[in-house]
């Protein structure tokens, strides 16, 4: 199982980025996808998830109208599309799937990607 995101850097304050994630080794269709993100010093944080329809999507309060999850079944992909930068939004963003079964959950990570929001 492999979980390789991309598209991580260092921006200015009200821009944008485009994170993208790809999967290999499992079903990438039967899991929940998800973005994490993780300040230094603090906890590890979901920003957003979809199912693994695509059909239903959620947001951090923090992030809401400005970041966009999306997911490509076709070609095994999940992206994050973030706007309207803010250098609180500085972290190391991580990249997860999830399936939930019924004796165990299913659970990978990638190895993140660093996003810096700095003038």
């Known amino acids: 199982v492999t979980l390789v995101e991309s598209g991580g850097g260092l921006v200015q304050p009200g821009g944008s980025l485009r994170l993208s994630c790809a999967a290999s080794?499992?079903?990438?269709?039967?899991?929940?996808m998800s973005w994490y993100r993780q300040a230094p010093g603090k906890e590890r944080e979901l920003v957003a998830g979809i199912t693994k329809a695509g059909d239903s999507t959620n947001y951090a309060d923090s992030v809401k109208g400005r970041f966009t999850i999306s997911r490509d079944n076709a070609e095994n992909t999940v992206d994050l599309q973030m706007n309207m930068l803010k250098p609180e939004d500085t972290a190391v963003y991580y990249c997860?799937?999830?399936?939930?079964?019924?004796?165990?959950?299913?659970?990978?990570w990638g190895q993140g990607t660093q996003v810096t929001v700095s003038s």
């Open positions: 080794g499992f079903t990438f269709s039967r899991y929940d």
């Open positions: 997860n799937a999830r399936r939930f079964l019924s004796s165990r959950v299913n659970d990978y």
